[in-house]
Every structure is written in structure tokens, then in C-alpha cells.
């Protein structure tokens, strides 16, 4: 396997659509070129994956087989405080926005996830990299 | 249940903002505008089976259907159901993956990233429409996994008569996409406990408006 370039951003995605992780991902690699993308289809691979890779950012849908996203935040929070996610939902209800932002997650955006959001998204990881140079 | 003419204006005004937000969605994942008709609801009450949905599904309900569901339970418990004919979500499913191809248009096989497809845009859409009604009325829901299945309209008539739930809320709704119109249903499914409580939270908005 060909060794990844450390200024690679490592980002995981988990959502169990398909479809979903590809618009995900789409959007990310055009406003992110230095993005090394990588994937789980459920909470459970998902906290194996991250344990695995140790991503700079997590991007998590909520509604998902296994271990669901708000499960998946509070593990990975448990294990590093600091993790760095962004919640990718079709959840538009408040008290779960409300709930989900409390762990302090870094956004939390619905879906579909768009060139407009992948825009805002990225600029707050590309300001978040600025910071921890 | 009598509902009166008011509550019913509220409740389908509820739908028609959730349904609209969905539609605005959908028009993001396909660059396409979607036009959409006014949403009208109708809630039925089961009494020993003698309810006949065929009376109040639409006429192009019929052949195969693609139903994608998903259930909630909390304040609210049921099962929503976004009902479409499979013809026309194979054009949806195409705008939806770029697919231009002629040959496909028709292809009534459905692949595994077909249904997903389709799992994704009836969760979306579903949550927008639930999520709506739980935001105003302040009920929060806890939804599964959503599903998605192909039927042929006489095995979902039994398959919604076989539900426990004793009520349920007929939403038609049409789109318009590149002048073709896809009209369908959501068919919200609730215990009688659920609608009750829907009833009550309606009953606050009502008086808040008659003072």
C-alpha cells in the first residue's frame, strides 16, 4: 500500500447509505485536495475505524445499524475529548440538534450535504488546521 | 375522533411546511426545481379491519409501489411510510445517481445502490415531515432505521391492515420534476394513544388562537 503523505487531512466518514458517504466525500475532495477520505458503514466499524486511523475530523450521521451516531460521539469523546466531529443528519428536529451540539461536536449539518455546506464546512477545518500549525 | 375543521387546517398546514422543506431538499440533491402541489391530509380510524384504504389511495398507487419507511416512538409512536409507484422512482433513483440513459428509464430491477438511494431520500423526506410536526408541537421522536420495500399494491394493502396502529394520516402529495408529475402518498400510522396526544398539542395551538 502506498504511504499516505503526513499533511494529508485524515477524514472518516460513517453513514450506512452509500449514496450518502459518496456525496459526502464528493463534496469534501473539492474543497479539500489534501483530504484522505476513509469509510464505515456503521457506529461499530466506525469506533474500530477511528481506533484504527485516529482521523483529524469524523463526520457522523445519527440514525445508523450497530451503534448508533450519538453512541459513536459519546465513545470516541470518552476516549479523546478533543475529537474533532461533524454530525451529517436528516434529524432537522431541534432537541436533537440541541442535544447532539452539547458534546461539543465542531457542526452539526443536515441532510443532503451540499456544495454550500461542504464550502462552510471545509473553511472551518481549513481555519481549524491554521490554528493547530 | 371528530376533528374539527380548524385542527385540520393546522395539521395539514404542519404537513404542508414539511413537506415543502423536503421538496427543497430533494431539489438540492437533483439541481432540479421541483414544483409541488398543496399537500392534503385525511385521518382515517381503523374500527375491526373495516377500514378499505384502497378508497383513499390515490388512483396511480397501483402495480408496483416503493415504499420506504421509518418508525418513531417517544411522545408519538407509529410508522411513517412515503409510498411513490416504482416507474416513476426509477426516474427519481436516475436523477438522483446522474444516470442519462435511455435504456435504464424503464428497468424496473432495482440494484442494492438503487434502495439505498431511495432509503436515504425517503429518510430525508420522512424526517423533514416528522421532524416538522415534532418541532411545533414540540414532541420530540425517536426514530429506527428506515426501510425500504417493493410491493405490489395488494400485498401493501394487507401489509398496512396487519399494522397495530389504529389511526392513521393520509398525506397526498404530488411533485413536478422537468414537467413530469410523481404523485404519491405518506401514510402517517399511529396508536390511538399517539393521536390523542397529537390531538391535545393541536387543541393548545387552537385555543391559543381563539384566546
Known amino acids: 500500500m502506498k504511504e499516505k503523505a503526513n499533511n494529508m487531512i485524515k477524514i472518516l466518514i460513517?453513514?450506512?447509505?452509500?449514496?450518502s458517504q459518496k456525496t459526502t466525500a464528493g463534496f469534501?475532495?473539492?474543497y479539500l485536495k489534501d483530504a484522505d477520505i476513509s469509510f464505515?458503514?456503521?457506529?461499530?466499524?466506525?469506533?474500530l475505524k477511528y481506533q484504527e486511523m485516529k482521523p483529524n475530523y469524523v463526520f457522523v450521521d445519527l440514525l445508523m445499524p450497530k451503534i448508533n451516531g450519538k453512541e459513536l460521539i459519546l465513545l470516541i469523546k470518552e476516549q479523546d475529548s478533543n475529537a474533532k466531529i461533524?454530525?451529517?443528519?436528516?434529524?432537522?428536529?431541534?432537541?436533537?440538534?440541541?442535544?447532539?451540539?452539547?458534546?461539543?461536536?465542531m457542526s452539526f449539518v443536515n441532510k443532503p450535504f451540499s456544495d454550500e455546506k461542504a464550502q462552510s464546512i471545509c473553511q472551518m477545518i481549513k481555519d481549524d488546521q491554521n490554528v493547530c500549525k | 375522533m371528530c376533528v374539527n375543521d380548524f385542527k385540520y387546517d393546522i395539521l395539514n398546514e404542519l404537513f404542508n411546511v414539511g413537506v415543502g422543506k423536503a421538496a427543497s431538499l430533494l431539489s438540492e440533491i437533483i439541481s432540479k426545481t421541483i414544483l409541488l402541489n398543496i399537500p392534503q391530509i385525511k385521518i382515517l380510524n381503523r374500527k375491526d379491519h373495516e377500514l378499505n384504504l384502497e378508497d383513499y389511495l390515490p388512483k396511480v398507487l397501483d402495480g408496483t409501489l416503493?415504499?420506504?419507511?421509518?418508525?418513531?416512538?417517544?411522545?408519538?409512536?407509529?410508522?411513517?411510510?412515503?409510498?411513490f409507484p416504482a416507474k416513476e422512482m426509477r426516474t427519481f433513483i436516475n436523477l438522483c445517481?446522474?444516470?442519462?440513459?435511455?435504456?435504464?428509464?424503464?428497468?424496473?430491477?432495482?440494484?442494492?445502490?438503487?434502495?439505498?438511494?431511495?432509503?436515504?431520500?425517503g429518510n430525508i423526506i420522512l424526517n423533514?415531515?416528522?421532524?416538522?410536526?415534532?418541532?411545533?408541537?414540540?414532541?420530540?421522536?425517536?426514530?429506527?432505521?428506515?426501510?425500504?420495500?417493493?410491493?405490489?399494491?395488494?400485498?401493501?394493502?394487507k401489509d398496512i391492515k396487519r399494522d397495530e396502529c389504529k389511526?392513521?394520516?393520509?398525506?397526498?402529495?404530488?411533485?413536478?420534476?422537468?414537467?413530469?408529475?410523481i404523485r404519491g402518498a405518506v401514510l402517517v400510522d399511529l396508536t390511538l394513544n399517539s393521536l390523542n396526544e397529537l390531538m391535545k398539542n393541536l387543541n393548545l395551538i387552537e385555543d391559543e388562537f381563539n384566546g
Open chain 2, 167 to 181: 389511526s392513521i394520516i393520509i398525506l397526498y402529495i404530488t411533485f413536478v420534476i422537468d414537467g413530469t408529475e
Open chain 1, 40 to 47: 464505515a458503514n456503521d457506529g461499530q466499524a466506525g469506533f
Open chain 1, 28 to 30: 469534501l475532495k473539492k
Open chain 2, 66 to 83: 416503493m415504499v420506504s419507511s421509518i418508525s418513531f416512538k417517544e411522545r408519538l409512536t407509529g410508522k411513517a411510510n412515503l409510498i
Open chain 1, 14 to 19: 460513517v453513514d450506512d447509505s452509500l449514496f
Open chain 2, 128 to 157: 423533514c415531515i416528522l421532524g416538522e410536526i415534532g418541532n411545533h408541537l414540540d414532541m420530540k421522536l425517536d426514530y429506527t432505521l428506515p426501510e425500504v420495500q417493493v410491493f405490489d399494491r395488494i400485498d401493501f394493502d
Open chain 1, 86 to 105: 461533524f454530525v451529517v443528519s436528516a434529524d432537522v428536529q431541534k432537541n436533537v440538534k440541541d442535544e447532539i451540539e452539547s458534546y461539543h461536536i
Open chain 2, 97 to 121: 445517481l446522474n444516470k442519462t440513459d435511455d435504456n435504464i428509464s424503464d428497468d424496473m430491477n432495482f440494484t442494492d445502490i438503487d434502495f439505498d438511494v431511495i432509503k436515504e431520500i
